[in-house]
């Protein structure tokens, strides 16, 4: 039965449905002119990886399996029904090129004794991934990983041995380990070595198999003349702790498996405790990460504070009794500023940092005069505040200006992870500005597209969508250069995935990203994120602006900013009446529910050169409109259907206004407001509304 099948690629998912997609359609492209069988093994995935597999690919032999039940074991559960005489265990999250399968192939036909191989794997950014050829880690190799003598020395075979990082990595070579993501093994290997040591549960098991196959006297090759792409931890993003955890776990399993036989010279302790010196590292590593934004935010209170107590008590300086004050003023800024995600989605934004200083400061405010103890500290506290409200937005402000100035720290990980990076569209020019339209109106657009590169256009249009085309693809090297191109995203099938590899593996001299939008263009595909082009909603979503609290607070803030508004516009209104004595005219519109409401305005000027100014205050303080809602339509009664929301002065429509909206944009947006609705939501739309119409 097993002549049959030439090659069988085994494929083990956990919720990465977006990026299956992808290694899937690479892989079958890959195995054209070979006999082969997929088998995909789902470990309980909750994305609807199972329902997507069945509809989409029918041909791929897919398991189930109703809990999560490691990588090792779902391998396993593959390899006992496989039939190919080459197996490949690959990772759901990676692309492979055209000859990737047919080069390994051939390999192992040239070379007998060789019982696996690993082909070279890229990083997104096109730097090679060091784990696809490694050694084992003894206590010496071990050991210069630890030190750091590997990174100070990493063309040294005495210390680069961990990532073999002294060996030309565009040279074939022996090597002592591969990557599980992408791990080719001969069937007569694998039927003697066996199955996978399900002891390890998802790290580990290629380093232990890579052993017993070395044990069992075959070879194992690096093979560099064909790549893959490895987006690297996309199943176990979610719960990194618990994943770095089980990663030094499966390190110490390794140890005791293989290692503690026959050194007594060196002892195995030793490889034990730098282990769990390097995991402990990683931890630290990884908490520094997440206490970095805070950190710097309680430095500023910190200064802030003791600035706003020497002011108020100079020449005195009584800090000591301000310790209490300090710890609870600045843990309710802390939470307030990670409520309005400054430390996960939006790290950098000035007008939510601004939003939540705000609100702390009327919290803290409050407890003054709740709490007696710190009453003497009202002062102090409107100071702090002030200078907060200056500081917290103030610093992520000129973050993103040095950005935009091309501060060369800011234009690698930084810049394109929280900033907008300049970006280049690689795609075909049927449906580019459909795409365009699409990037444009995501709400949290991250997407600055600098220019166009159009693949298989002979005769190219100079702009699509007022956005440039730079070139073709053999000049899309000289465009990035040229353009301090920081991202990249293929948006087309016409271009070769070994074209592709190709491109990403370049020197480019400067850090650049890339990413991928499959031919359905609902998701941009990049390293550990998956973006989706349509905010798309769900029937069973909670829509905040339904709860009773929510509508409250929105009315709430329509009557206060309308109540002044018209005060502040009574002397304009006066002055058209009883000076110009324009008529009052009536304007019928659709409100929401369909329910029609009259908007007042004062008549144009007699020779049509002023347009007459709209009570629209007064609508809003009726209850008819509100301050932020969905658009008027052109004309009164000439909506379609009826709008979602009450029509407002502004609203999210009307900042996408110039992206060409159709119904279903309006519709979308609506709903997306109805979800997400907040007050700092509301506040930060008419802060962008004011800022639009004075850049007109």
């Known amino acids: ?393 103030g610093w992520r402000l000129l973050f993103k200006v040095m950005a935009h100035i091309n501060v060369h720290y800011l234009q690698g990980t930084w810049g394109s992870r929280f900033l907008h990076p300049q970006t280049l569209l690689v795609m075909d020019a049927d449906g580019a500005e459909e795409l365009l339209r699409r990037l444009r109106l995501r709400l949290e657009n991250r997407y600055m597209i600098t220019g166009l590169i159009l693949a298989g256009e002979t005769e190219q249009p100079s702009r699509i969508s007022g956005v440039p085309v730079l070139g073709a693809i053999d000049q899309i090297a000289e465009v990035m250069r040229q353009k301090k191109i920081q991202q990249v995203i293929f948006a087309t099938e016409r271009i070769a995935n070994f074209q592709i590899l190709s491109i990403i593996s370049a020197d480019h001299g400067r850090p650049v990203t890339f990413k991928w939008i499959p031919p359905a263009m609902d998701v941009i595909i990049g390293k550990a994120s998956v973006d989706y082009v349509d905010d798309l909603p769900f029937l069973d979503i909670e829509y905040r602006l339904h709860e009773a609290g929510n509508r409250w607070l929105k009315r709430s803030l329509d009557i206060v900013l309308s109540f002044l508004l018209l005060l502040y516009s009574s002397p304009r209104y006066m002055w058209c009446r009883l000076v110009e004595k324009r008529r009052i005219e009536a304007d019928v519109h659709t409100g929401v529910q369909g329910r029609p409401f009259t908007l007042w305005r004062f008549s144009d000027s007699p020779d049509q050169r002023r347009p007459g100014p709209s009570l629209v205050w007064w609508s809003v303080l009726k209850g008819d409109m509100s301050m932020v809602g969905c658009a008027l339509p052109a004309a009164p009664m000439a909506s379609a259907q009826p709008p979602l929301l009450k029509p407002g002065w502004t609203g999210l429509e009307r900042l996408q206004l110039a992206n060409g909206l159709v119904d279903s944009d309006r519709e979308r947006l609506q709903l997306y407001y109805m979800k997400n609705y907040s007050v700092w939501l509301d506040l930060e739309i008419i802060f962008q509304t004011v800022l639009q119409t004075l850049k007109r």
């Open 1 to 393: 039965m097993s002549e049959s099948i030439i090659l069988s690629v085994v494929i083990v998912n956990y919720n990465v449905r977006e990026f299956l997609e992808q290694a899937i359609k690479s892989t079958l492209s890959a195995l054209s002119g070979l006999r082969h069988e997929i088998w995909v093994v789902d470990n309980a995935s909750t994305d609807g990886s199972v329902d997507f597999m069945r509809a989409m690919f029918p041909q791929v032999h897919l398991l189930v399996n109703r809990s999560n039940v490691g990588f090792a074991k779902a391998n396993n559960q593959a390899l006992a029904q496989c039939r190919g005489d080459f197996i490949c265990l690959l990772n759901p999250d990676t692309i492979v090129e055209e000859k990737t399968f047919s080069t390994m192939v051939e390999f192992f036909h040239r070379h007998p004794e060789a019982g696996a191989a690993g082909c070279k794997v890229l990083n997104p950014d096109g730097s090679l991934q060091l784990a696809c050829r490694r050694s084992f880690p003894t206590p010496w190799v071990a050991f210069g990983k630890i030190s750091g003598l590997a990174a100070l020395f990493p063309k040294s075979r005495c210390f680069g041995r961990y990532n073999l990082t002294y060996l030309d990595p565009d040279r074939t070579a022996e090597v002592e380990a591969i990557s599980g993501s992408f791990m080719m093994l001969r069937r007569a290997a694998f039927e003697q070595v066996g199955f996978l040591d399900e002891s390890f549960f998802m790290y580990g098991e290629d380093l232990d198999y890579c052993f017993r196959i070395r044990e069992k006297g075959w070879k194992i090759y690096y093979i560099p003349d064909t790549r893959i792409i490895h987006f690297k931890g996309e199943s176990s993003k979610k719960s990194p702790f618990e994943q770095r955890s089980l990663f030094y776990q499966a390190m110490r399993l390794f140890v005791h498996k293989h290692l503690d036989k026959g050194r007594a010279l060196i002892p195995m302790w030793i490889l034990l405790v730098a282990i769990r010196v390097r995991s402990l590292l990683a931890h630290l590593s990884a908490l520094a990460r997440m206490i970095a934004l805070p950190a710097v935010d309680l430095a500023f209170m910190t200064v802030n504070l003791a600035l706003a107590i020497y002011g108020r008590f100079q020449p005195l300086f009584p800090w000591k009794s301000f310790i209490i004050v300090h710890v609870l003023y600045s843990l309710i800024w802390l939470l307030l500023l990670s409520r309005h995600g400054l430390y996960q989605r939006h790290p950098f934004s000035y007008l939510k940092a601004g939003s939540a200083v705000v609100l702390g400061w009327i919290v803290n405010s409050a407890l003054t005069f709740f709490l007696k103890d710190i009453g003497f500290s009202r002062l102090v506290v409107l100071y702090a505040g002030l200078l907060n409200l200056i500081a917290l937005p």
